[in-house]
């Protein structure tokens, strides 16, 4: 038994609830569906809801808890020498015991018997608790189908009933997204001051070295790390202008001639195929940029007397331009073919040219979507991690030149999570600051977009 089939049971109550709800009203009408308050379906819905909703609460709970309840209870199994022992090895224990049930590999060379036996209790355990979950979910859904069906009126206001359960559960998911946006927030924020408490926001922000090698014992070399982030946001910067003198006028251009030049037949055939681009894997992006365009960017700097590094921000910039075409064509292809045609049928009749009506009328009208289009391009490329990684290396050198390696701010979020410093040490909580800094960057241009839209938008008939 698991949870995906306990789901499709209740799935198939909630949908014979629907039906149950649907033909008792008709039957309480004798049939006249114009006596009811609602439409039949109303009724239905009434039910489904009434099946589905306490069985999706005791899911949702019994998921939250189950894991906690059965170790609780096989540790109360446990002999004295092995119930207690210090936190760290009862989780190592635990894992043991889970992986043993699961017929997976276990950190201990020998299993004792009373590990085994543990081992057997859980998967028990397991066992039943799915079926008891089964049971009590199937229990609920017929007698809230019970209860639902003796309720049905020709005067019950099925509707209404339905319409406010949808409109609680919109409330709770919108609810849960501001919550997680809260949760993110603070935690990047609580991280970060324990990271400022090692190491000083002037040195961390103004920085202009960025080696976070610290040691892991005190005398080692190098016991103090530099946490400078002005190289990362410089790398960062710099790619991001590459890529998007790249993507902007190719995007745009490419956006201004699917909406106003080419045929019906062209633009349906061109603007799939262009946003192709956007479903490639970054991965992929990555290895080409490694493996095609660096060595192709190096051999042409040898050829013209040029050094360009095998890893270079130039390279990573253009790959990742390419990447975010689709971003700003497919928008901005929108935004120009949302422009009302009487705004062109105007501009023509006064004479324009079809080229002065894109430039002084249609372009114009649809600046602020254009610009909101850039910008979400801008943040694509800031985020971008994978093309970074291959194409421009890890060096986080302080440096305008696009021919040498850079490194941006998430490249390094990445790094300093998986390496094997401790995660209270200074290494390790930079990269909450360095994802505070993004965040901050990331909301900026929000702002930027949302004021630039707010000025330059203009209603129309």
């Not at 489904?48 to 309840?69: D, H, K, M, N, R």
């Not at 971003?327 to 062109?344: E, G, H, T």
């Not at 894109?358 to 114009?364: D, E, F, G, R, S």
């Amino acid at each position: 038994m698991s949870f995906p089939v306990i789901l499709g049971v209740l799935v198939l109550l909630t949908i014979l609830g629907f039906f149950v709800g649907r033909s008792r009203a008709m039957g309480v009408v004798g049939g006249q569906a114009n006596q009811l308050h609602s439409r039949p379906h109303y009724y239905g819905h009434f039910i489904g809801a009434w099946c589905a909703i306490p069985g999706v609460l005791l899911f949702l709970a019994w998921v939250a808890l189950e894991t906690s309840v059965i170790e609780s209870m096989v540790i109360a199994s446990l002999p004295p020498n092995l119930a207690n022992l210090p936190q760290a090895e009862m989780n190592l224990l635990i894992n043991d015991i889970v992986n043993l049930s699961r017929g997976d590999v276990t950190s201990r060379a020998v299993v004792e018997t009373d590990v085994r036996a543990a081992a057997d209790f859980y998967a028990q355990l397991k066992s039943s608790s799915k079926t008891l979950l089964l049971a009590i979910t199937v229990v609920l859904a017929l007698a809230g189908m019970l209860f639902a069906r003796a309720r049905i009126a020709p005067d019950l206001r099925a509707r209404n009933r339905v319409e406010r359960v949808v409109m609680i559960i919109m409330i709770i998911c919108s609810t849960i997204a501001v919550l997680t946006t809260i949760g993110i927030v603070l935690s990047l924020v609580f991280e970060s001051l324990r990271f400022f408490q090692k190491v000083a926001p002037t040195d961390f922000i103004f920085g202009l070295e960025w080696s976070p090698q610290t040691a892991l014992r005190a005398d080692q070399v190098g016991a103090t790390g530099l946490f400078g982030a002005i190289p990362l946001l410089a790398g960062t910067m710099l790619i991001s202008f590459i890529a998007m003198c790249v993507a902007a006028p190719v995007g745009l251009m490419a956006a201004i001639y699917m909406s106003e030049y080419a045929p019906a037949k062209v633009r349906g055939a061109v603007k799939p195929a262009l946003e192709v681009l956007a479903g490639i894997p970054t991965v992929v992006y990555g290895f080409f940029a490694a493996l095609t365009v660096a060595p192709f960017f190096r051999d042409t700097g040898i050829e013209l007397g040029l050094v360009i590094s095998s890893e270079s921000a130039l390279a990573a910039g253009m790959v990742m331009g390419i990447m975010i075409i689709p971003f700003v064509s497919s928008l901005s292809d929108d935004v120009i073919s949302a422009v009302p045609q009487s705004l062109r049928e105007g501009a023509y009749g006064l004479g324009a040219t079809k080229s002065e009506t894109i430039k002084q009328v249609i372009l114009p009208a649809a600046l602020p979507g254009i610009v909101g289009s850039l910008l979400l391009a801008v943040s694509r490329a800031i985020g971008e991690t994978m093309i970074v990684v291959m194409a421009a290396g890890l060096a986080a050198n302080l440096t305008a030149n696009p021919f040498e390696a850079v490194t941006t701010v998430t490249v390094q979020i990445v790094t300093l999570l998986v390496g094997d410093q401790e995660f209270d040490s200074a290494k390790t909580l930079a990269a909450f600051a360095l994802g505070l800094i993004l965040f901050c960057v990331t909301l900026v241009l929000n702002i930027i977009a949302l004021s630039i839209v707010n000025k330059y938008r203009e209603q129309y008939d």
